[in-house]
């Protein structure tokens, strides 16, 4: 197309992005400038302008090989972003760097080009690059492949490019462990098929030059903290075999990537962060339902406008990603947008659901759709977050808040072009962080992202990659693994005592026949997935998988369970086996588990109280169980029927802070028994709400337990329990004991100030599961609570 057409097109485009914005609320007079709108029933409460940037390029470092740049200008690039450039010269000076720059901003050439030239260089030089998950490593690998036998034909040599995981067949692997120049893998391959193997991969690790990670910042909470121990298993073998390779990160934005990348490897790293790309102007635009029922604090469904907002742009031809919190919302949000858009018969269905649990070779067609533009609209659970190759799209609508800041610009990311407007629609859910957010949307703006966390020392995640690494390579008496605080030594001992390891000639060697790295999952309590088959035909077909966490949840008896808007009624769950049996139904109502959750104090690390009320952190035994599940018409919400399950308990030993409430607060307030456990109900609902916020961290990763002592126990003290919801804790409970007070307090404004009038899901909890007085026996208690004669503390303005 020539550049007058590529212009008229790209002025089509914003012209329909613009009228697609203007209708998504009130008659906004200058989208060139943000836009806050208070109070009332307006959807938009602002709109934020991101102007267009000009490229900033430069001549590549001199110390670049020739034979690259030639090859590179056979691909018309003859020059780099700054930030290439900045990073590549970094990188050849031997530095561990890590680059943060936006999506699409040519992160893969910062570290490409560097190990392109070190195995032109030396024939014998390796590098291993490692993504979050299989579809990244095989998505990068036709970019890597082209441009490496595009330099190799230059310099008449041939650099061996491969991906190395689960899928890889049996009689490719020899090769690739003695001829691969660059292995590209996940964590989870080279916790469980390399490092323990390291001799047959002794080719690679004597001459390991680069190790590059890619999308840091999904290494937080307990799979990066298994990725810090897999670093020091790998650091540990490259110096068994004399090497000592060069640490290269990419990482969306966060607060602290230098500091997660120096925790991860244990290494010292330069930031590179002044992003040199071009990019097209892009809107931010905030919506909120419009309250419905004023005396409740009921809004429209979020997710009915986020349908909304997503039929304004596809109505316009542009292409969309849809972003939902929940694979139950993914699912619900794809049937609404097929029933809205359906599909010509022979034709690619324009809307696509993409989430976890889905087979490979749906998600491939899926990303191959959108890239070449057949596919208009996909709905997503976060698996789309993460860089794989989708195409330009014009427009990410999330249904919720992410939950954070980072993860938010991450989503947001995923639409825009180099020239051309783009948009990101946040619609805010009832949760009282939503509405915090979409109310103030300069706290988004001005905040800076999270701090992503990682506990490499937490006693379960250690404990197994010791023994990992005991497997690996036998450890000398004075070893640490990890840092100087790590109690190596001591571990070793109690695992002697066990019979796994045993000291001779002042070294640990290994001596169980287990195969410790089995029995170690990264990123859930069991490394067990459901399969979903399908018995609806003749033959069994296999049509997703579900992870054991989820099972439970989402494939009881008489769930329904749903792939891209056909739904499937779960006929029987094979829990030994692993597998749950479908059948194709026709119903008009989806189903949501219920479970109930259990905490048992085993320790406390700590106390304060504070007035009336204790405050404590320690640690916990969770005890959660699928106990029943309701039926949900689509469209309407309608409660509609519901059911009683049996199922296992899932147990679990974290972290926790909670807060006790003495039964003579309790007993002295003038409600019934009813009333108080309401009352309790809405004050952790708006406690966990602040914890979230201050803590910046997402909401799956705070679990809520109320124990409120039973029906008729007038006044038995009660136990509020935020608990890190991680096997072990990741670190969440001892800055929350810390704000104990804050907490308090700027629970109580978030309550007082909400403007519903007996409670609200944006105050104290959903319409429906707690009673008339909720709000009100909140308040009273939250004062009975504090000191009232205590300095009122700084709180976050809700």
């Not at 590209?184 to 916790?191: E, F, G, K, V």
């Not at 109320?706 to 670190?731: H, K, M, Q």
């Not at 800055?735 to 804050?742: D, H, S, V, Y």
């Amino acid at each position: 197309m020539s550049s007058l057409g590529l212009a008229r097109q790209h002025g089509d485009k914003d012209r329909a992005l613009a009228e697609a914005v203007d209708r998504l609320g009130p008659h906004v007079p200058d989208l060139g400038q943000a836009l806050v709108v208070r109070g009332g029933n307006a959807a938009v409460t602002a709109i934020r302008r991101d102007p267009a940037a000009e490229a900033r390029l430069v001549p590549f470092p001199g110390a670049l090989d020739e034979r690259l740049q030639q090859g590179l200008a056979r691909r018309g690039i003859t020059q780099a972003y700054s930030h290439q450039a900045e990073a590549i010269e970094h990188i050849l000076a031997d530095r561990h760097v890590v680059i943060v720059t936006p999506t699409a901003s040519g992160k893969t050439l910062c570290y490409n080009g560097p190990v392109l030239n070190a195995i032109l260089r030396d024939a014998s030089a390796r590098a291993l690059y490692l993504f979050p998950t299989k579809a990244l490593a095989q998505d990068q690998l036709a970019e890597l492949h082209g441009l490496a036998s595009l330099v190799g034909d230059g310099a008449d040599m041939e650099i061996g490019v491969h991906t190395y995981d689960g899928d890889t067949p049996q009689d490719a692997r020899r090769s690739i462990r003695t001829k691969a120049h660059v292995v590209l893998s996940n964590p989870d391959m080279l916790h469980s098929g390399i490092l323990p193997h390291h001799p047959r991969w002794a080719k690679l690790f004597e001459n390991l030059r680069y190790v590059v990670i890619d999308e840091l910042h999904a290494y937080r909470g307990v799979f990066g903290s298994h990725l810090a121990n897999i670093m020091r298993r790998l650091q540990r073998i490259c110096r068994h075999y004399g090497s000592s390779p060069v640490f290269i990160c990419a990482s969306a934005t966060i607060a602290n990537p230098r500091e997660l990348a120096s925790r991860l490897t244990d290494r010292e790293f330069v930031l590179v962060d002044q992003n040199g790309a071009p990019h097209g102007e892009k809107l931010f635009v905030f919506v909120n339902p419009p309250v419905v029922n004023a005396q409740l604090g009921i809004r429209r469904s979020y997710l009915a406008e986020t349908r909304r907002a997503a039929l304004e742009f596809l109505k316009r031809h542009l292409q969309i990603i849809v972003f939902a919190q929940s694979r139950l919302a993914t699912e619900i949000l794809t049937t609404y947008l097929k029933d809205a858009v359906p599909g010509l018969p022979g034709t690619v269905d324009p809307v696509r659901g993409y989430r976890g649990g889905y087979l490979p070779q749906r998600r491939r067609e899926i990303e191959r759709g959108l890239r070449d533009g057949v596919v208009r609209a996909v709905v997503s659970t976060n698996a789309l977050e993460l860089g794989i190759d989708i195409g330009a799209l014009d427009v990410c609508v999330m249904a919720g808040y992410p939950g954070t800041i980072a993860s938010t610009w991450q989503r947001a990311g995923r639409a825009g072009r180099r020239s051309g407007r783009s948009a990101a629609v946040l619609v805010a859910s009832s949760a009282p962080l939503d509405q915090f957010i979409v109310r103030h949307p300069d706290y988004f703006f001005e905040s800076s992202p999270e701090h992503a966390l990682v506990n490499p020392d937490n006693p379960h995640i250690f404990v197994d990659h010791l023994k990992c690494a005991a497997f690996e390579l036998p450890f000398s008496t004075d070893e640490q693994f990890g840092g100087t605080t790590a109690p190596t030594q001591d571990v070793l001992g109690v695992l002697a005592e066990e019979g796994f390891v045993h000291e001779a000639d002042g070294r640990w060697h290994w001596t169980d026949e287990s195969y410790p790295a089995d029995a170690v999952s990264l990123r859930s309590v069991s490394s067990d997935n459901f399969v979903v088959v399908d018995t609806t035909g003749a033959a069994p077909q296999v049509i997703g998988e579900t992870d054991y966490t989820s099972a439970f949840s989402t494939l009881h008896e008489k769930a329904i369970y749903i792939v891209e808007g056909q739904l499937y009624q779960v006929e029987r769950l094979d829990i030994e086996g692993r597998k749950a049996y479908v059948r194709d139904v026709d119903c008009d109502y989806y189903t949501d588990a219920i479970t109930y959750t259990k905490v048992t104090i085993l320790d406390e690390a700590e106390e304060s109280t504070v007035t009336a009320a204790s405050h404590a952190h320690g640690d916990v035994h969770v005890v959660s169980r699928v106990v029943g599940f309701k039926k949900i018409r689509f469209y309407t919400s309608e409660n509609v029927g519901s059911g009683e399950l049996d199922l296992p308990e899932q147990p679990m030993h974290t972290t926790s802070y909670w807060l006790r409430i003495p039964g003579e607060v309790l007993g002295s307030l003038p409600y019934s028994a009813d009333d108080r456990r309401d009352g309790v109900g809405g004050l952790a609902t708006a406690m966990r709400a602040i914890a979230q916020l201050l803590l910046m961290c997402d909401r799956q990763d705070l679990g809520l337990s109320i124990d409120s002592g039973g029906p008729g126990t007038g006044g038995a003290e009660a136990y509020v329990f935020l608990y890190d919801n991680y096997p072990g804790g990741i670190g969440l409970s001892t800055p929350l004991f810390q704000m104990r007070e804050r907490v308090l307090t700027d629970a109580r404004d978030l309550v007082r100030s909400c403007p519903c009038e007996t409670g609200c899901p944006s105050c104290v909890g959903p319409v429906g599961e707690l009673g008339p007085r909720a709000k009100q026996v909140a308040l009273e208690l939250l004062d009975r609570l504090m000191d009232m004669n205590q300095d009122a503390r700084d709180a976050i303005p809700f």
